[in-house]
C-alpha cells in the first residue's frame, strides 16, 4: 500500500469557520434517523464534488482534500479527516469535479490535473490502467495554427469519461463510450477532443451521469440561424450533419422508428484494443483492507447487451460511418416505412401471435429473467450501478429487439403487454420492431452464463447480416454549425453556472443536449436508445433551464421558474414522482410554495435545495433509503407471492420530501449528491449579511414566479383574444402591447436576476459585494422599470384597464379564482379584480431592494468601497422607487380628471404620455384685464399649458383654446409694483401675456408647478425648484411658428433664450427654404447654411456663411441656380466689398469671371474680368456693372489695349498694342472701334499720322502722312509708352486690404484699437478650430499655436525680431488667421490677372508694381499689430544689455552691420513663393529674344573642352585645375576633359532655379563665388585678393558650365525686386559680375 501523500487536516480550529462549512450525510439513510457529518477544517471550503465512493473538495487558498475510497491508491480516508493532496501544492486551484473512481482539479490557469482510476482513459493518461497521484491533461486545440493550449473553466466526470469546458465556451471529451459525443471509432480516447457536434455553439454547463452527458447550450438567436448554411459533409469517418431548416420535422417524440444518432451504423465489429480491457477495482474498508472485486468495478459493465451471440472478450465500438445500402440486410434491420411509426404496443399485439406460440411461455421467460436479475443483485454486495446494474439492462444503438433486461426493466405491471408511459400520456416505445420469442431465449440464455458485456456502445455481430441493425441517419434537433473561428472570450465562474449573455446577466435563452447511454430513458428524447452525438431535448427548448445534473441513469433539470423536469430511471423514486421511468422530461411533484434554486443527482437519489416559508433555504431529498429488516423480509415475502411485481430492493422515497435536519445547518449556499453520498456548503449569518441575500434571492425568485404565473395566466390569453382589438380600441390596443411588451422584459430581466443571484451564492469564490448584480446592473434595472411603469401609467391614463377587465371577465371566466390570487385578493371569489394594483405591484419590489441593499452596508465600515457602493445602489432605487409612486399617483389623477371632463372636444387633447399637473377651475387663475363676464381656465399638463375661454370648467364644451408647449415657455415673476395683484409673466415665441392669482399662496403655486414641469419636460430635475427661478433661460426645443412675420409656418429646432431663437438650430419653411446655423435675439446671426427655392431655375440657391442681423452680412459663398458662384463679401443681404462670381452657363453673353470690388450688389471699383466667350480680359475700374475708367485689355490673339472706358465701351485717348508690335496711340469711340486723330507706328518704326477711322479688326480709314524711319543700324528698336493708362498699383484691390482691416475690427485703414484686433484674432483662431474636427495635425497645432496673442506691444529689436517673423509665417499658413486669408486672397486676385489670357509679357511692368503694391499694403497692416516695427527700410535696433560686459561686447559688434527692416525683406518670403509661377512666366515672356540668343551661345561654346573653353575665355593658367577627385580617386585633367573643372561652384549656381526670392538667388551667387574661391585657392598665395580682370573669366567659364536656363529672367527678377540696401554691397558686386557674363554671353562673336 503506498503511503499517504497528504496527512488530513489535522490544522482544524475548534470553531467553524463563517461560510464554506461542510456536511456530508449517506443518502440510503432514513430521513428521520439521518444526523449529517460536519467536516471542520481550518479552512472554508470553496466547492465539494461526489463519486460513487469518495470524495473530493476544495478549500480557501486553493487547497485540495480527499475522503472515502481511494482505490487507486489502497487506502480508505474518512469523512471527518479528508487528506490533502500535497502535490498538488504551490497551485492555486479553483474547481474540483468526481467521477465515478477518479478525480480532476483546475488551477487559475486554466490547466487540469487528474487523478484515479484510468482503465478507460477517463484521466487522460496513456497507457495506464491508475494514475495515483495528480497528472497533468493538456487541452490542445490543433485546428488553428499553431495550436494552442485551452483554458478549461470547468469540469464534469462521469465512470468512463470526462468532459471540460473552456474559456471559449467549447466542449472537450476523452475517455471512453458514446457519451464522449465523439466522432471517433477508436476508444480509449486518451486525450481531450473537440466535441464536434456542438462546436460553434455557447455551451454553458456540463454535467455528467454513469454513461450518459448532459449540456446547457445558449440558443442560437433567429438571425445566427438565418446566418448559417448548412455545412458541408467532413471528411470520413464523420458524420453528415442535418440542415437548420429541417431539425422540427424529423424528431418527434412518437416518431418511433426513427433514430436520431447523428451517425448510420454499418460494420461495426472490431478487434478489441488490448489498452481498454477492464482491470478489477479492489473494494476498500475503512479499515483500508481489499474485500474482492468491486461491484462497481463489473456489474457496472456486466449488463447484456441486446445481441450476446459474439465472443465476450471482444470490445466492439461503434463507428460513424457512411452509408451503406446492402439489401441482404434489409430482412433484421428497424423498420423505417410510415407503418413502424405506430405506437410499439400496437406492433407488439399485431404480432403476438406470429412471434409467441405460447403466450404462457414468454410469461415463463420473464418470471425466469426477474428471479435472475434478484438472484444476481442478492450477492452483489456494495453494488454501486444502481438500478441499471440490478436489472442488467443496458443501451444498444445496434439490436432492433428489446434484451432480457430491457424487458425486466420495462415490463412491471401485471399485464405483460401493457406499454409503459409518461405522465404526459405519450408512449415510451421499448423498440421499433417486433420482439422475437427466439430473440428473448437467447437474451436469457446469455443471462445465465453470465458473461460481462461492454459499454453501452458497443455492438456485436455473430457474421451473419440477420444480426445486424442499421438506423436512419441523425436529424439534431437544433442543427449543430460547424464552429467559426472567434476569439477568446470572459471566462466562467469556476463551478458550472449560468453565462453572460451579454450584458452581463445570465442567459435564459437555453437548451440541453444529450448523448449517450439511454436504456432508462436518462437521455430524454422519448426513446431508449442511445445517442453517439450530442442531440437537443426539443422538450426542454423554451422551458429557460438553468441548471442541468446527471445521475447514474436518470437526469435533471432546473428552470428559472423554480421547477424541477426529471427524467430516466425512476425504481427509488430519484425523479420525484410515483410512476415509473420517463423518457422524456417531466415535472416533479413539488409541494406548493416551495421555489428550487439548486439540485444535485446521486446514484439512485436526488437531493434539491428550495426556498420554505422562511428565508433559511430548505432541503429535499427523493430517491432510495434503507428499510428496517422487518420491512425487507416483508418485501420478500410479497415478492415470492408475485412474481410480477416490479423489483424493489430497498424502499424509496417517491416524492421530494424534507429533510428536517436542514434547520440546524444554518444557511445552505450548494447542494452536491454522488454514489450514496449527499453533502452540503453553509454560511453562518455574520452580522445579517448571509440573510439578506438569501432574503433578496428568495423575495426575487419568488417575484419571478409571479411575474410567469401573470405571463400565463393573463397576458398570454389575452394578447391571444382575437376581439381584443375591438374591446380595447385602437389607442388601447397598441398601449396594451406595449404594456405587455414591458412586462414580458421585466418579468425576463427578474429571471436572470434571480438566477444570478443563485450563482453568486454558489459561487462563493467570487462572493465580492461590488460585483452584486443589482450594483453592477444598476442602470438596465432602472430603465426597465422605468419604461414598465411608463407602458402601465399611460394604459392607465387612456382608460385601458376597464375594457381590459371587460375582456378578463369574457377570457378568463375560468380562472378568476387564480387572477384573484395573482392581483393580491384575499377572497378568491371576489367579484372586482383589481388588475391596476396587479400591474404596479413590481414598483413593491424596487422597495425591497433598496432595503436590502442598506442592511448590507450597515455590515461594513462607512469608509469601505463595499459600503459607499451598496449605499449608492439603495439610494438609487430608493430614489426611483419615490419617482414612480409619484408617477403612479400622477397617472390616476390624470385618468380621474379624464373621466370628469369627457368629451369630443378634450379628447382631442387626451395624449397617453400626458399628466394633469394643476387647473384653475375655481378662478385662481386669471388673465390680466380679462373681462368680469369672461371664462377662462387654465390647465397645466406635463408638456403643454392649455387656455381655454367661452366655457364653464365644469362643461365639456369650449369656444376656443390655446396650447402652449412648456418647452417653449419661459415663467417669469413680477415683484409688486404697487397694484395688489399677484402676477406672473408667460412668455412665449409669438405671444406673452400675464396671469393674475388670487392669493399669494396660489402663484406660488402655479409658479413652482410650471417651473417644475418646464424642468421635467426638459430633463432636468424639477424637485427643489423655488418660485420665482425661471427654469432653464436657455435650452434646445422644437416649435412651429403661426403667427410671426418672418418665421410665419416655418418649424424650427435648436436653441432659445427667453423667447427667442438663439444659439445654434434649423428654421424650415413650408415653401422649401431651410436656414440651419447660428441665430441671435430671434434673428439669423453668424455662420449659417440656406437653402433658398428658385422659382426659375430647377436647382435652389445655396448660401454659406455669415449672417448679421438676420441678413447675409459678411463672408460667404452663395451658388444660384443658375450655375453661378459668387465667393466674397456680403452687405445687407447683397454683394458688396470684395468678391469673385464665376458663371456657370456658357450659353450667357457674360459667361466668365470676375473678381474684383462690389457696391450694393453692383460691380464698382477696381475689378478683372476674364470673358470666357470673347477670349478677353478686362483689368480696371467698374461703375454699377459697367466698364468705366481707366483699364487694361488683352485677347487671345495677343492684342494689348489700355485707355479709359465709358459706359462699357472704349472711349477717349487709349493705346493699342498688336501682336506684331503694331502700336496704335489715338482716340477711340467703341471697343477695338478708332475715331480721331492717331499716330499708327508699325513694327520696322514706320509712323502713319493722321485721322483714323473704323473697326481695328476689319480695316481703318486713314487721312495723314506717313513717315518711313532711316536705316540706321545703332537706333534703338521702338519701345510703346505703356503704362500711361492703366489703374495704379496703389489703387488695385483696396476691397481686399478693407476686408482685412474689418476682419480685424477696424473701421478704416489703421483706424481701430490694437488690443481689440488682437483679441479679435484670438476668437477667429478658437472658433475656427472648435468648429473644424476635420483639421489635420499640424494644422491643429498652427492653429494652438496662434491662439496666444503675442507681446506686440514691445519694442523690436534684434533680439525678438526673429518671433515676429515666426508668428508672421504661421499666421500665412492658414486661412482662419485674417493675414492668412489676406496672403490667399491676394494670390488668387494675382494669378486671376496674370494667368491665361492675361499672361502677356506687356503687362511685367503692372505685375512688378502690383507686387510691391501688395508688400506696401501689407506692411502697414503688419506695422499696425506690431508697432515697435520701424518704418519701410529702417533698422532695428539692438536689445539693451545691462550686463557688466556691456561696452566690450558692443565693441565686438562694430563690424557686423545692422539689420535693416524693409517690406520686402519681411513679407516678400511670404508673398513671392506663392506668386512665383505668373511673375517668372512674365519675365521668361519679356525675356525670350534675349534667351534665344544666350542659349545659342551656351550650347556652341560648352561643346568646348575644358582647357581649351579656359583659353578662349582668357583666363589664366595658373587658375586652371590639373587634378580632379572623382570618388575620393585623384585623376588628372587632360586636354580633352570636359566638364572637370571648378564643378562644386558650377552645380552651386545651378541652384539658383530652385529658389524664389530675390535674397535667396543672392546667397546662391555668393556661395558659387566662395565655391569658387575654395578651389582657386591651393595654387594661389595665402594672401591672394580676387580683381576683376582675373574673376570675370572665370565666373564666366562657371556660368557656362552652369547651362541656366532662362537666366535672363532670373537676372532681371533680381534687379527689380532685390532690397535696396543690398545693391550697393557685396552682394550687389556679384550680382553685376553674373548680369555682366549674361551679357557677355548673349553678345559673344557666333564666328
Given at each position: ?5 497528504g496527512?488530513p487536516?489535522?490544522q482544524r480550529?475548534l ?5 464554506g462549512?461542510?456536511h456530508?450525510?449517506p443518502?440510503?439513510?432514513g430521513?428521520q434517523q439521518?444526523?449529517p ?9 470553496m466547492?465539494v464534488s461526489?463519486?460513487?465512493n469518495?470524495g473530493i473538495?476544495?478549500?480557501?487558498g486553493?487547497l485540495?482534500f480527499s475522503f472515502g475510497?481511494l ?9 471527518s479527516a479528508p487528506?490533502?493532496?500535497a502535490?498538488?501544492?504551490?497551485r ?5 469535479a468526481?467521477?465515478g473512481f477518479?478525480c480532476?482539479?483546475?488551477?487559475e ?5 487528474m487523478w484515479g482510476?484510468?482503465t478507460?482513459g477517463?484521466c487522460?493518461?496513456?497507457?495506464r490502467?491508475s494514475?495515483?497521484e495528480p497528472?497533468p491533461?493538456?487541452?490542445v486545440?490543433?485546428e488553428v ?7 478549461v ?5 462521469g ?5 471540460a469546458?473552456s474559456?471559449q465556451?467549447?466542449?472537450?471529451a476523452?475517455?471512453?463510450g458514446c457519451q464522449l459525443g ?7 480516447v486518451?486525450?481531450?477532443q473537440?466535441v464536434e457536434?456542438?462546436?460553434?455553439r455557447?455551451v454553458?454547463q456540463?454535467?455528467?451521469?454513469a454513461y ?7 440558443s442560437?438567436?433567429a438571425q445566427d440561424?438565418?446566418a448559417?448554411?448548412?455545412p458541408?459533409?467532413?471528411e470520413r469517418?464523420r458524420?453528415p450533419?442535418?440542415?437548420?431548416a429541417?431539425?422540427e420535422e ?6 418511433a422508428v426513427y433514430?436520431?444518432?447523428?451517425v448510420e451504423?454499418?460494420?461495426?465489429t ?10 478489477p477495482r479492489?473494494?476498500?474498508h475503512?479499515?483500508g483492507?481489499?474485500?474482492g472485486?468491486?461491484r462497481g468495478?463489473?456489474a457496472s459493465l ?11 472478450k ?11 445500402a446492402?439489401e441482404?440486410r434489409?430482412?433484421?434491420v428497424s ?5 413502424s411509426?405506430a405506437n410499439?404496443?400496437?406492433d ?5 401471435d ?7 411461455e414468454l410469461?415463463?421467460l ?6 435472475q436479475?434478484?438472484s ?7 453494488d ?5 446494474s ?7 444503438c ?8 430491457l424487458?425486466?426493466?420495462?415490463y412491471?405491471?401485471?399485464s405483460?403487454?401493457k406499454?409503459?408511459?409518461n405522465?404526459?400520456g405519450a408512449?415510451?416505445p ?7 420469442l427466439e430473440?428473448v431465449r437467447l437474451?436469457?440464455e446469455r443471462e ?13 455481430q ?6 445486424s441493425?442499421r438506423?436512419l441517419?441523425g ?7 460547424r464552429?467559426r473561428?472567434?476569439g477568446?472570450?470572459g471566462?466562467?465562474?469556476a ?16 437548451e440541453?443536449w444529450?448523448?449517450?447511454r439511454?436504456s ?5 428524447h ?6 453517439l452525438q ?5 422538450s426542454l427548448?423554451?422551458?429557460?433551464v438553468?441548471k442541468?445534473?446527471a445521475?447514474?441513469?436518470?437526469s435533471?433539470?432546473l428552470t428559472a421558474q423554480?421547477q424541477?423536469y426529471?427524467?430516466?430511471?425512476n425504481l ?6 410515483v410512476?415509473g ?10 409541494s406548493d ?5 439548486d439540485l444535485s443527482a ?9 426556498d420554505g416559508?422562511?428565508?433559511?433555504p430548505?432541503?429535499l431529498y427523493?430517491?432510495?433509503q434503507?428499510?428496517?429488516p422487518?420491512?425487507?423480509s416483508e418485501?420478500?415475502q410479497?415478492?415470492s407471492?408475485s ?5 424493489k ?5 417517491a416524492r421530494?420530501?424534507l429533510?428536517p435536519?436542514?434547520i ?5 449556499s450548494?447542494v452536491?449528491g ?5 453533502a452540503a456548503l453553509?454560511?453562518?449569518n455574520?452580522?445579517?449579511?448571509i440573510a439578506?441575500?438569501?432574503d433578496?434571492?428568495s423575495?426575487?425568485r419568488?417575484f419571478?414566479c409571479?411575474?410567469?404565473d401573470?405571463?400565463?395566466?393573463v397576458?398570454a390569453?389575452?394578447r391571444?383574444?382575437?376581439t381584443a382589438c375591438?374591446?380595447l ?14 412586462f414580458?422584459?421585466?418579468?425576463k430581466l427578474i429571471?436572470r436576476h434571480?438566477t ?6 454558489h459561487?462563493?469564490q467570487?462572493?465580492?459585494v461590488?460585483?452584486?448584480p443589482l450594483?453592477t446592473h444598476?442602470e438596465h434595472f432602472?430603465?426597465?422599470?422605468k419604461?414598465y411603469c411608463?407602458?402601465v401609467?399611460d394604459f392607465?391614463?387612456m382608460g385601458g384597464?376597464?375594457?381590459l377587465?371587460?375582456?378578463s ?5 375560468g380562472?378568476q379564482?387564480?387572477?384573484s390570487?395573482l392581483c393580491?385578493?384575499?377572497?378568491s371569489?371576489s367579484?372586482e379584480?383589481?388588475?391596476?394594483s396587479?400591474f ?6 424596487l422597495h ?6 442598506l442592511?448590507m452596508?450597515?455590515c461594513?465600515?462607512?469608509?469601505t ?5 451598496l449605499?449608492q445602489?439603495?439610494s438609487?432605487?430608493d430614489?426611483?422607487?419615490s ?6 399617483k400622477?397617472a390616476?389623477?390624470t ?7 369627457s368629451?369630443?372636444?378634450?379628447e382631442?387633447?387626451r395624449?397617453?404620455q400626458r ?10 387663475l386669471?388673465p390680466?384685464y380679462?373681462g368680469r363676464?369672461s371664462?377662462?381656465?387654465f390647465?397645466l399638463f406635463n408638456?403643454?399649458?392649455v387656455h381655454?375661454q367661452g366655457s364653464l370648467?365644469?362643461q365639456?364644451?369650449?369656444s ?7 418647452t417653449?415657455?419661459?415663467?417669469k415673476?413680477?415683484?409688486?409694483d404697487?397694484?395688489g ?11 406673452s401675456?400675464t396671469?393674475?392669482a388670487s392669493?399669494p399662496q396660489?402663484?406660488n ?6 417651473n417644475?414641469?418646464?424642468d421635467l419636460?426638459l430633463?432636468g430635475a ?13 435650452r434646445k426645443a422644437?416649435?412651429?411658428?403661426t403667427?410671426?412675420e418672418?418665421?410665419k ?6 436653441g ?7 444659439g445654434?438650430g434649423?428654421?424650415k ?11 441671435k435675439?430671434?434673428l439669423?446671426d453668424g455662420?449659417?447654411e ?11 440657391d445655396?448660401y ?5 442681423e438676420?441678413k447675409?452680412?459678411g463672408f460667404?459663398k452663395y451658388?444660384?441656380g443658375s450655375?453661378?458662384?459668387?465667393d466674397?463679401?456680403f452687405c445687407?443681404?447683397r454683394?458688396h466689398?470684395?468678391g469673385?462670381?464665376?458663371s ?6 457674360s459667361?466668365?469671371l470676375?473678381i474684383g ?7 464698382t471699383g477696381?475689378g478683372?474680368?476674364?470673358?470666357i466667350?470673347r477670349?478677353?480680359k478686362?483689368?480696371?475700374?467698374w ?10 485689355v ?7 489695349f ?9 472711349s477717349?485717348?487709349?493705346?493699342l ?9 489715338g ?6 472701334t478708332?475715331n ?9 518704326g514706320d509712323r502713319l499720322?493722321?485721322q483714323?477711322s473704323?473697326e481695328w479688326?476689319?480695316?481703318?480709314k486713314?487721312?495723314?502722312?506717313y513717315?518711313?524711319?532711316a536705316?540706321?543700324?545703332n537706333q534703338?528698336?521702338?519701345e510703346?509708352?505703356l ?5 495704379p498699383a ?9 476686408e482685412?482691416?474689418?476682419r480685424l475690427?477696424c473701421d478704416?485703414?489703421?483706424r481701430g484699437e490694437?488690443?481689440?484686433?488682437w483679441e ?7 472658433t ?5 474636427p476635420d483639421?489635420s495635425k499640424s ?12 507681446q506686440y506691444?514691445?519694442?523690436?529689436t534684434?533680439a ?6 515666426r508668428y508672421?509665417?504661421k499666421a500665412?499658413?492658414t ?8 496672403v ?6 494675382y494669378?486671376?490677372t496674370?494667368?491665361g489670357?492675361g ?9 512688378v508694381l502690383?507686387l ?5 499694403h501689407?506692411y502697414?497692416?503688419v506695422?499696425?499689430?506690431f508697432?515697435?516695427?520701424p ?5 532695428v ?6 550686463s ?10 562694430v563690424?557686423q552691420g545692422?539689420?535693416?527692416v524693409s517690406?520686402s525683406?519681411l513679407l516678400?518670403p511670404l ?6 509661377p505668373p511673375?517668372?512666366?512674365?519675365y521668361?515672356l519679356q525675356?525670350e529674344p534675349?534667351e ?21 575665355l582668357?583666363?589664366q593658367e595658373?587658375?586652371w ?6 570618388l575620393?580617386?585623384?585623376?588628372e ?6 566638364d572637370?573643372?571648378f ?11 530652385t529658389?524664389f526670392t530675390?535674397?535667396d ?5 555668393q556661395r558659387t563665388?566662395?565655391e569658387?574661391?575654395?578651389e582657386?585657392?591651393?595654387?594661389l598665395?595665402g594672401?591672394?585678393?580676387?580683381c ?7 565666373f564666366l567659364y ?11 529672367a532670373e537676372v532681371?527678377?533680381?534687379?527689380d ?9 557685396e552682394m550687389?558686386?556679384?550680382?553685376t ?8 554671353i548673349?553678345q559673344?562673336?557666333?564666328?
Open positions: 500500500m503506498e503511503k499517504q501523500e496527512s487536516a489535522d480550529g470553531q467553524p469557520p463563517d461560510r462549512l461542510l456530508v450525510w443518502s440510503g439513510g430521513t439521518l444526523c457529518e460536519t467536516v471542520l477544517l481550518s479552512r472554508p471550503v466547492h461526489l463519486g460513487e469518495h473538495l476544495l478549500a480557501q486553493g485540495v475510497e482505490s487507486w491508491r489502497g487506502v480508505s480516508v474518512p469523512v487528506v490533502l493532496e502535490s498538488l501544492l504551490g492555486t486551484l479553483v474547481h474540483v468526481a467521477g477518479h480532476a482539479a483546475i488551477s490557469q486554466g490547466g487540469v490535473y482510476e484510468n478507460a477517463q487522460g493518461q496513456t497507457d490502467a494514475v495515483p497528472c491533461v493538456t487541452v486545440d490543433s495554427v499553431p495550436p494552442v493550449v485551452v483554458r473553466v470547468s469540469l464534469a466526470c465512470r468512463e469519461h470526462s468532459l469546458l474559456a465556451n467549447e466542449l472537450w476523452w475517455g471512453s465523439l466522432v471517433t471509432n477508436t476508444f480509449p486518451w486525450k481531450p473537440k457536434h456542438l462546436a460553434g455557447h454553458i456540463v454535467a455528467c451521469g450518459h452527458s448532459l449540456a446547457l447550450v445558449r442560437l438567436l440561424f438565418s448559417q448554411s448548412t458541408k459533409i467532413r469517418g458524420s450533419q442535418c440542415p437548420l429541417d431539425r424529423l424528431v418527434t417524440a412518437d416518431d433514430c436520431p444518432l447523428g451504423l454499418s460494420e461495426v472490431r478487434s478489441e484494443t488490448p489498452s481498454r480491457r477492464r482491470v479492489p473494494r476498500l475503512p479499515a483492507m481489499s474485500s472485486s468491486s468495478s463489473s456486466s449488463s447484456f447487451s441486446d445481441d450476446s451471440r459474439s465472443n465476450p471482444q470490445r466492439n465500438f461503434p463507428a460513424c460511418s457512411r452509408l451503406e446492402e441482404n434489409a430482412e433484421c423498420q423505417t416505412d410510415g407503418s411509426k410499439p404496443a400496437s407488439w399485439a399485431a404480432n403476438k406470429a412471434a409467441f406460440s405460447d403466450e404462457l410469461q415463463s420473464l418470471d425466469k429473467l426477474l428471479v436479475s434478484e444476481q443483485n442478492a450477492t452483489a454486495t456494495g454501486t450501478d444502481s438500478v441499471s440490478q436489472t442488467g439492462s443496458e443501451d444498444s445496434i439490436s432492433s429487439t428489446p434484451s432480457s433486461d424487458l425486466a426493466s420495462s412491471k405491471d401485471d405483460i403487454f406499454i409503459q408511459t405522465n404526459g408512449s415510451a421499448l423498440s421499433s420492431s417486433p420482439v422475437c430473440e437474451c436469457v445465465r452464463q453470465a458473461l460481462l458485456s461492454c459499454s453501452l456502445t458497443n455492438a456485436h455473430k457474421g451473419n447480416a440477420a444480426s441493425r438506423s441517419p436529424t439534431p434537433t437544433h442543427g449543430s454549425p464552429r473561428r472567434q477568446v472570450s471566462s466562467l465562474g463551478g458550472a453556472g449560468p453565462d453572460d449573455s451579454g450584458d452581463g446577466l445570465p442567459s435564459l435563452e437555453t440541453v444529450s448523448w449517450g439511454g432508462e430513458g436518462q437521455l430524454g422519448g426513446d431508449q436508445l442511445a445517442r450530442p442531440l437537443c431535448i426539443k427548448t423554451g422551458q429557460e438553468i442541468v445534473a445521475g447514474s441513469h436518470h435533471l433539470a423554480c424541477v426529471s427524467w430516466g430511471s427509488c423514486g430519484q425523479l420525484g414522482r410512476d421511468p420517463l423518457t422524456v422530461p417531466q415535472l416533479a411533484k413539488l410554495g416551495l421555489r428550487v434554486w446521486g446514484q439512485n437519489h436526488s437531493l434539491l435545495l428550495a416559508d422562511c428565508v433559511q430548505v432541503l427523493c430517491g432510495q434503507s428499510e428496517s422487518l420491512a425487507q418485501n420478500l410479497s415478492r407471492s412474481q410480477s411485481s416490479p423489483l430492493v430497498k424502499s424509496c422515497t421530494p420530501t429533510l435536519f436542514c440546524e445547518m444554518s444557511y445552505i450548494s452536491s454522488g454514489g450514496r453520498l449527499c453553509t454560511d453562518h455574520v452580522m445579517g449579511f439578506a441575500i438569501h433578496l434571492a423575495s426575487e419568488r419571478s409571479w411575474t410567469n401573470v405571463r400565463r395566466v397576458i390569453p389575452l391571444k383574444k382575437e375591438q374591446t380600441g385602437d389607442p388601447c390596443t397598441h398601449l396594451f402591447f406595449l404594456l405587455c411588451d414591458g414580458i422584459q421585466l418579468s429571471g434571480a444570478a443571484l443563485s450563482y453568486f451564492l459561487n462563493a467570487s462572493r465580492d461590488t460585483s452584486f450594483l444598476s432602472l430603465e426597465t422599470y419604461k411608463s407602458a401609467g392607465q391614463v384597464f376597464q375594457s377587465h371587460k375582456l371577465l369574457e377570457c378568463l371566466c380562472q379564482a387564480a387572477l390570487q393580491g385578493s384575499d377572497q371569489d367579484k379584480i383589481d388588475l391596476v396587479m404596479y405591484q413590481p414598483l413593491q419590489q425591497h431592494y433598496s432595503r436590502v441593499l442592511k452596508a450597515t461594513y465600515d462607512v469608509l468601497e463595499e459600503y459607499q457602493s449605499q445602489g439603495c438609487h432605487y430614489a426611483l422607487s419617482s414612480l409612486l409619484r408617477k403612479k400622477e390616476e389623477t385618468q380621474l380628471f379624464w373621466k370628469t371632463h368629451g369630443k372636444t378634450t382631442s387633447l395624449l397617453p399628466r394633469v399637473v394643476c387647473e384653475s377651475s375655481n378662478r385662481s386669471t390680466q380679462a363676464f371664462n377662462h381656465w390647465i408638456d403643454i399649458l381655454t370648467p365644469s365639456s364644451f369650449f376656443s383654446f390655446r396650447i402652449y408647449p412648456l417653449c415657455l419661459w415663467v415673476t413680477i415683484t409688486e404697487g397694484s395683484l399677484y402676477t406672473i409673466k408667460i412668455i412665449c415665441p409669438e405671444e401675456f396671469l393674475v392669493t396660489e402663484k403655486k402655479w409658479l413652482r408647478s410650471l417644475q414641469a418646464v419636460v430633463g424639477a424637485q427643489g425648484s423655488s418660485p420665482g427661478v425661471t427654469a432653464a433661460v436657455c422644437s416649435y412651429k411658428f403667427s410671426d418672418r418665421f409656418d416655418a418649424q424650427y429646432t435648436g432659445w433664450m427667453a423667447g427667442r431663437v438663439h445654434r434649423t428654421m419653411w413650408p415653401d422649401g427654404r431651410v436656414y440651419k446655423g447660428n441665430f435675439g430671434g439669423e455662420y449659417g440656406c437653402v433658398m427655392p428658385n422659382k426659375v431655375q430647377d436647382k435652389p445655396l454659406q456663411g455669415q449672417w448679421k438676420g447675409i452680412h460667404g451658388r444660384y450655375g453661378e458662384v459668387y466674397g463679401c445687407d443681404g454683394r466689398g470684395y469673385m462670381l464665376s456657370g452657363k456658357l450659353a450667357r453673353a459667361s466668365g470676375f470690388q462690389w457696391v450694393q450688389d453692383k460691380k477696381y478683372v474680368h476674364d470673358d466667350m477670349g478677353e478686362y483689368m480696371g475700374f461703375l454699377d456693372d459697367q466698364r468705366h475708367g481707366s483699364a487694361v488683352l485677347t487671345q490673339c495677343g492684342v494689348y489700355e485707355g479709359s472706358f465709358k459706359e462699357n465701351k472704349m477717349g485717348s487709349g493705346l498694342v498688336s501682336d506684331d508690335d503694331t502700336v496704335f496711340h482716340e477711340f469711340s467703341d471697343d477695338w478708332v480721331g486723330k492717331g499716330v499708327l507706328t508699325l513694327a520696322n499720322d493722321g483714323f473704323g479688326s476689319t480695316s481703318l486713314v487721312v495723314g502722312t513717315a518711313k524711319t536705316m540706321d543700324d534703338e528698336k521702338y510703346p509708352p503704362g500711361q493708362y492703366v489703374v496703389a489703387q488695385r484691390w483696396i476691397c481686399v486690404f478693407d482685412c482691416w474689418s475690427g478704416a485703414a489703421g490694437r488690443t481689440a484686433a479679435t484674432i484670438a476668437v477667429t483662431i478658437s475656427a478650430r472648435r468648429q473644424s483639421l494644422h491643429t497645432k498652427v492653429l494652438e499655436s496662434l491662439e496666444f496673442i503675442p506691444g514691445e519694442a523690436v534684434t525678438n525680431y526673429d518671433n515676429v517673423r508672421l509665417i500665412c499658413e486661412p482662419h488667421h485674417p493675414l492668412g486669408w489676406l490667399e486672397t491676394l494670390v488668387t486676385a494669378r486671376m496674370y494667368v489670357v499672361s502677356n509679357r506687356r503687362l511685367l511692368r503692372q505685375a502690383e510691391q503694391a501688395y508688400l506696401a501689407f502697414s497692416i506695422r499696425f499689430l508697432p515697435g516695427l518704418d519701410d527700410g529702417g533698422v535696433p539692438d536689445a539693451p544689455d545691462i557688466p560686459c556691456k561696452t566690450r561686447r558692443n565693441s565686438h559688434k563690424d545692422v539689420l535693416v517690406c525683406s516678400l508673398l513671392l513663393p506663392r506668386l512665383y511673375l517668372f512666366t512674365l521668361c525675356q534675349e534665344a540668343q544666350y542659349w545659342e551661345r551656351i550650347l556652341r561654346l560648352n561643346k568646348q573642352p575644358d582647357q581649351a573653353l579656359l583659353s578662349f582668357g583666363v595658373k587658375f585645375p590639373h587634378w580632379m577627385s572623382i575620393g580617386e585623384r585623376k585633367i587632360v586636354s580633352s576633359s570636359k572637370a573643372c564643378i562644386s561652384a558650377v552645380e552651386t549656381l545651378q541652384q539658383i532655379s529658389t530675390p535674397s538667388k543672392l546667397l546662391v551667387i563665388f566662395e569658387l574661391t575654395l582657386v585657392k591651393p595654387f598665395a594672401d591672394f585678393l580676387w576683376m580682370d582675373d574673376l570675370f573669366p572665370l562657371v556660368v557656362l558650365r552652369a547651362r541656366v536656363r532662362n537666366l535672363g532681371s527678377l533680381i534687379e525686386l532685390m532690397d535696396p540696401n543690398l545693391q550697393h554691397g550687389g558686386l556679384m550680382f559680375t553674373l548680369k555682366a557674363c549674361f551679357i557677355q548673349q559673344e562673336s557666333t564666328t
